[in-house]
């Protein structure tokens, strides 16, 4: 084969490869912004600086659908605080099957993931609020307790993992 003939094969074969490739695209895409605004002078430290709370290994057969399974301290504190009054949330995504948000997933269409119970052992929905009182510049401390959970009777077997962010919110 000619290299004329060479070059024009593989334009011939680039323009069609780019043409398919641009029918795969969509015309328009989603993305979901998140913030947060407070009125807090406290610093925020959650999981005592570790970016990994490692909430431990679970049988799918011990799944019970919309119940947390399992209970691991996730500790937060609070330093430099003035005297105030606020709460703290926690901001994630959760599964659109669970109408009640309590089970934070990855991605909105999953079923397996999160759940987080406040101290007194209720469990926390995303972004509600967890009542709390700071009344010194000192460690200010608290605990939710994390499990798995699943809105699926039986959950596919897998690792998974979930991004949240807790943050102390004063008006």
């Not at 948000?101 to 993931?113: C, R």
């Amino acid at each position: 084969m000619s290299i004329k003939k060479s070059v024009i094969a593989a334009a011939v074969f680039a323009s069609l490869s780019g043409i398919s490739m641009m029918a795969n695209a969509a015309p328009s895409a989603d993305v979901t912004l998140e913030g947060i605004i407070t009125n807090s002078t406290c610093d925020v430290s959650v999981n005592n600086g570790l970016a990994t709370l490692n909430v431990g290994v679970y049988k799918a057969s011990s799944f019970t659908p919309n119940t947390q399974q399992g209970s691991v301290a996730l500790p937060v504190e609070l330093t430099n605080c003035a005297d105030e009054t606020g709460a703290l949330i926690i901001q994630g995504q959760s599964a659109s099957s669970d109408p009640s948000k309590q089970l934070f997933t990855a991605a909105t269409g999953d079923t397996v993931g999160f759940m987080i119970k406040d101290a007194k052992d209720v469990q926390v929905a995303e972004s509600q609020n967890v009542a709390l009182d700071v009344t010194s510049a000192d460690t200010n401390s608290y605990s939710f307790n994390v499990g798995m959970g699943t809105t699926d009777a039986t959950p596919a077997a897998g690792s998974y993992s979930v991004p949240v962010t807790v943050a102390y919110i004063v008006n």
